[in-house]
């Protein structure tokens, strides 16, 4: 499963987000898991994926 890179231009907070889900929420604007902006931009940086998941 492909995943798409976000940023949130808030308050910088990187995230990760699955192309179906990419896809489904780009109709509803995503929102950044921290600060919960809307305000997010899609990276097209190579795969680069770092599992770090804190939450
Ligand atoms: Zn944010």
Do not use: D, N, W
Not at 23 to 48: A, I, M, Q
């Amino acid at each position: 499963m492909p995943e798409y890179e976000f940023q949130c231009a808030k308050c910088g907070k990187q995230f990760s987000v699955e192309e179906s889900i990419a896809e489904h929420e780009h109709h509803h604007k995503l929102k950044c898991p921290k600060c919960g902006s809307t305000k997010v931009e899609r990276r097209f940086s190579p795969v680069f994926v770092k599992t770090s998941k804190k939450s």
